[in-house]
């Protein structure tokens, strides 16, 4: 191969460079400047292309302002695919287009700022190759000299768009289901592992995916499209420890311990054990060094910030609001904002910054001619004068009562087995709660925290002895088409329960019907 060729070959990837990342603008409609280099065939006597790229290499700097208004765009973006289905449904329709490569829109938009740096690399090569007494020369380092300071000033936002790119490719392997997309998070290392079961002593395959904050403990889905991983449990690095273990059956093992859970792995080689116990170690020691200095400038912040809003004054007066930048979790309940998920919010009666979850209320405020306004959690409670457990109950659904709370005050519960029209029977915690003795609740177990069914027994008819029952002790309740059967464990308990449902069917309760007798027996001398 030549020295032209080579310098020829160099200019030609210049070009296709140019010409790929064109044809993905068009193709996704988005709306960006970009610089068109003409390059002179080889076949010309004096091929040229530093010259061209002086004059437009200054137009490269745009591509800083690109790249720092990059984390709007993507919340822009996310925004809209929530909103709207129409747009949902466009990007959706161009990224299954074989010509996106099976890329989403996202990993389009990162295409930008790949660009300088890619310029850069190739210039140098040019250069390298290129006689020194080329005419060309003097061209070709002005402008390298030029596209190296565009690159300068937005090196650190490149840096950050990498690791961006990286977290977005392991949001898609986890199914868009696990919440890592945010510019504070940073990908380390991913990897094969075997878990050591606690109970016997098999090996199971997992994967790890290390991350400036956190680890997620996964298993492979084993599936030809979308998520590749599931995760189990996503442990903080927050007072991690991991140490090695010997295990004579299993070599290359290590402990790693966390507040949510401890695991016990196993790694293919020695020399991968120790890869992962320093990618691990070095993590650690970071991020309690960023927790320190976390810590020690909130304190000086607090010393400095100005006083909260006086219970007694809230929505009296409008709040200082606290600055976007001055926070970066919600500052209730503590969780990381991120530009795709967890998007910030301004409390109108403290001004503190806090996510949807905890700025889901809305109270009237008197410095606003009492207009309903958007309020954090606490302030709502003081508000409105009542507290936290108050509204966790006003918002909780039939479903979302502990079973151990209705079961210490019930009128009957105990163990059915339970059955639903072609359904096969399960054992299921029966309790009728002595508040709601209408009501039958249906629990998994008697110390579950949801109940899994719910039947209102009011106009129910019961079959005491129903046809086509293989279970001994079993009743039935129908009503239009809906169609329970029970079984229980024997004739008294049965009889138990037909008592007190005979009379929940037709509107009464136990309770009812002592009360009534008892006023019989009082009313009886008199007659």
Known sequence: ?????????????????ERAYVFRLELLQVMIFYVTVIIVPPMSISPRIGDILQKLAPFLKMYAEYVKNF????????????????????????????????????????????????????????LRKLPQDSLDRKDTENSLEIISTAASHSNTAIRKMESLKKLLMVYE???????????????????????????NTSAQERHLFLFNNMLLYCVPKFSLVGAKYSVRTKIGLEGMKVVETQNEDYPHTFQISGKERALELQASSEQIKKEWIKALNTAIAEFQQRNETFLIATA????????EVPSA???????????????????????????????????????????WKCSDYKAPLEYDSNKMNKVCKDCYHILKGCNDSEEKEKKRGILEIESAEVSGNSVICSFLQYNEKSKPWQKVWCVIPKHEALVLYMYGAPQDVRAQATIP???????????????????????????????????????????????????????????????????????
Request: with cysteine.
């Open 457 to 527: 027994l009011l106009g129910y008819i019961v079959e005491e002895s129903p046809r086509g029952v293989d279970l001994p002790y079993s009743f039935r309740l129908s009503q239009s088409k809906s169609v329970h059967s029970f079984s229980a464990d024997s004739e008294e308990l049965k009889q138990k329960w037909l008592k007190v449902i005979n009379l929940a069917v037709i509107g009464e309760t136990t309770s009812d019907r002592e009360a009534n007798g008892a006023a019989d027996d009082h009313q009886e001398p008199s007659q």
């Open 313 to 355: 004054e809230l929505g009296l007066r409008a709040p200082r609001w606290i600055r976007d930048n001055e926070v970066t979790m919600c500052m209730k309940c503590k969780e990381q904002f991120n530009a795709l998920t967890r998007r910030r919010h301004h409390c109108r009666a403290c001004g503190y910054v806090v996510c």
């Open 1 to 17: 191969e030549t020295n032209e060729q080579k310098l020829h070959n160099i200019a030609n990837e210049l070009l296709q460079t």
């Open 71 to 126: 984390d709007n765009a993507m919340e822009t973006v996310k925004t809209w695919m929530e909103r709207s289905a129409q747009f949902k449904h466009v990007v959706e329709e161009i990224q299954r287009e074989g010509k996106c490569g099976s890329l989403t829109l996202q990993h389009h938009m990162l295409e930008p700022v790949q660009r300088i740096p890619r310029y850069e690399m190739l210039l140098k090569d040019y």
């Open 173 to 199: 392997m986890l199914g868009e289901e696990e919440d890592i997309v945010h510019p504070s998070n940073e990908f380390i290392k991913e990897g094969q592992i075997l878990k050591l079961a606690a109970r």
């Open 300 to 307: 000086k912040k607090m010393e400095e910030a100005p006083q």
